[in-house]
Nanobody
Framework: VQLQASGGGSVQAGGSLRLSCAAS????????MGWFRQAPGKEREFVGV??????STTYADSVKGRFTISRDNAKVYLQMNSLKPEDTAVYYC???????????????WGQGTLVTVSS
């Protein structure tokens, strides 16, 4: 599975952005898709995950109620609302056969897209 994330940019606090992750490969629909982020000087952290069917999602407490993950046949999306300066990070999409929040369970990663939130 090859992944390409896009949609990052600069936004003021309280604003919204929608990230996309395009996937290639015939088995995309059988993978759980996760979003992670890495702020400068920090570890890459879990943001959320959606299962292969699109019916189940799990979010980190820090984004719950503000971020929403969805998917269609070829892409997975991360809708980010009520953005805060602490959401500033490079955002990565990743694919796994397992529905998980653990970074180590994701063998496939996109290249990352930068989100900057100013106060």
């Amino acid at each position: 599975v090859q992944l390409q994330a896009s949609g990052g940019g600069s936004v003021q606090a309280g604003g919204s952005l929608r990230l996309s992750c395009a996937a290639s490969g015939r088995t995309f629909s059988s993978y759980g898709m996760g979003w992670f982020r890495q702020a400068p000087g920090k570890e890459r952290e879990f943001v959320g995950v959606i299962d292969w069917s699109g019916r189940s999602t799990t979010y980190a407490d820090s984004v719950k109620g503000r971020f929403t993950i969805s998917r269609d046949n070829a892409k997975v999306y991360l809708q980010m609302n009520s953005l805060k300066p602490e959401d500033t990070a490079v955002y990565y999409c990743a694919a796994s056969r397992v529905y998980t929040a653990r970074r180590c369970d994701y063998p496939y990663w996109g290249q990352g897209t930068l989100v900057t939130v100013s106060s």
